[in-house]
């Protein structure tokens, strides 16, 4: 029971949809902790049941300018999503980093989680003059907001604990902002944890090799919402925590390769499709893609519409 820290949701701005949320830990020896806690849907369906099939056709979620396709019925993901105030179901993944980055402890668990402070991942970071607070600034969407001391106090201390600047100068890419950088780095550390958690459970470096997306030993399991390969994961993660014989069929899901490969080449065809779809749309002049029609009744968690499932 995690109720009692304060966790951080950071998000884009329209997301009303939130997979995970970050929190600091010190433990009775004085260490500190960085937790990453991620939406569980796993605690609600098993392989092969009717939400497994559909979400493993669906394969990933799909945005094509203001609209969106889901991997999981509307209902199904709101009741999943890390919200403030209500007792959120989460996998919890824990690690502390040495001084050169690296994982040198971690932990994987089932939890509960309440406080939620969602934070902007476009938001700037503003110390409050006179006082130990933050504000967040968004310019670009006349966004500002005052973040209490404790928020703050806690928020600056998560991070000094990610070197931020070292992941920012072996990145290929421009990794944006203050707090872009330190969610990147957190996530891949506690991708990192994960992979080095599934090894010590007997799953082979050559399994979780072909699952990483961005090196050896990384597995990806903070979009469960989001993609059907990080629902495979957790299926694994599950498995290693329950280790009984009545959850074995957990794991086999979870290695089956002739699953994964169908659901990697259905994800890459999607967002293939939705890549093409965003170009004829920005050819047309903005106008809705054809051949899809829209549900008023269906929101997208981007704040636009979701395309008739039909």
């Not at 951080?8 to 500190?32: C, Q, V, W």
């Not at 459970?201 to 072909?210: K, L, T, V, Y």
């Not at 890459?268 to 050819?283: P, Q, T, V």
């Not at 106008?287 to 981007?302: A, I």
Request: glycine residues 6%.
């Amino acid at each position: 029971d995690l109720s009692h820290l304060l966790w951080f949701a950071i998000d884009p701005h329209e997301s009303s949809i939130r997979d995970d949320a970050i929190a600091l830990h010190t433990d009775a020896e004085g260490n500190k902790w960085i937790l990453v806690s991620v939406a569980d849907p796993v605690r609600h369906f098993r392989p092969g049941s009717p939400l497994d099939q559909d979400a493993q056709a669906r394969a990933t979620s799909i945005y094509f300018g203001s609209q969106y396709l889901a991997l999981f019925p509307r209902d199904f993901l709101v009741a999943c999503s890390i919200m403030d105030g209500r007792r959120n179901a989460t996998l919890t993944v824990g690690y502390r980093m040495d001084d050169t980055g690296n994982v040198a402890d971690y932990v994987v668990f089932p939890s509960v989680i309440q406080k939620i402070c969602h934070i902007p991942i476009t938001s700037s970071l503003v110390p409050l003059p006179g006082s130990q607070g933050l504000l967040l600034e968004d310019a670009a969407r006349s966004y500002s907001a005052e973040l209490t001391t404790t928020a703050s106090n806690d928020l600056r201390a998560l991070m000094k604990l990610a070197p931020t600047q070292k992941l920012s100068t072996e990145a290929k890419e421009p990794l944006g902002n203050e707090l872009s950088r330190f969610v990147a780095t957190v996530m891949r550390a506690c991708r990192h944890a994960v992979g080095l958690h599934l090894i010590k459970h007997g799953i082979s470096r050559e399994f979780i090799s072909r699952q990483s997306h961005t090196g050896n030993e990384q597995v990806w399991v903070t979009s469960p919402l989001r993609s059907y390969e990080t629902v495979l994961n957790h299926y694994l993660l599950h498995s290693t925590i329950l280790q009984d014989d009545e959850h074995k069929y957990l794991l086999e899901s979870a290695l089956d390769e002739k699953v994964r490969r169908a659901v990697r080449n259905r994800t890459a065809a999607c967002r293939n499709i939705a890549r093409h779809l965003e170009e004829d749309g920005a050819r047309d002049g903005g106008t809705r893609p054809p051949n899809v029609t829209v549900s008023e009744s269906e929101r997208s968690p981007r704040g636009g519409v979701v395309p008739n499932r039909t």
